[in-house]
């Protein structure tokens, strides 16, 4: 994929990604791993009704793209990028690829890890934290969601 995205348009990228997840039935969540200087090695959606797998979150997808693309299981100057706060199973990941920064959109306060519920990174036991920034186009990815799930009531 190696294409340069800068940062402001990042978001609006993942988030035309995640309204396709959306169309194909998924919660719309979308997610990419970046470069240090901003080159997209992987970009991922939610695949988890399609591929009839819980574990297949855009992090996860996304996270292991960039491990095989990269021939390595440690992608430390490496970014994630995606719409949604991560959960915990998302953040243990994160931890263990050790990436070194988590960009996110919307705040997730009934699963997320990051910067709500359990603080995945904050506990004693984690053994990474990556540097963290929540809240981008954050009013778009959670209208996208609310959006999502308005509809499927």
Not at 50 to 64: F, K, Q, Y
Not at 101 to 130: I, L, M, N, T, W
């Amino acid at each position: 994929m190696e294409q340069t995205i800068k940062a402001d348009g990042m978001m609006f990228t993942l988030l035309a990604h995640a309204k396709a997840a959306a169309e194909a039935g998924e919660v719309p969540v979308a997610a990419a791993v970046t470069t240090s200087d901003g080159k997209v090695i992987a970009m991922a959606e939610n695949r988890m009704k399609r591929d009839d797998n819980a574990l297949h979150h855009a992090e996860m997808l996304v996270i292991s793209e960039a491990m095989r693309v990269r021939e390595t299981s440690r992608l430390d100057d490496c970014d994630l990028w995606v719409t949604l706060e991560p959960c915990t199973m998302c953040a243990g990941a994160i931890a263990h690829a050790q990436l070194r920064r988590v960009y996110f959109g919307a705040f997730d306060e009934k699963a997320g890890a990051v910067e709500s519920g359990v603080r995945f990174f904050d506990q004693p036991s984690c053994h990474h934290r990556p540097e963290i920034y929540g809240g981008l186009s954050a009013t778009a990815a959670a209208d996208l969601l609310r959006a999502f799930f308005r509809d499927r009531r």
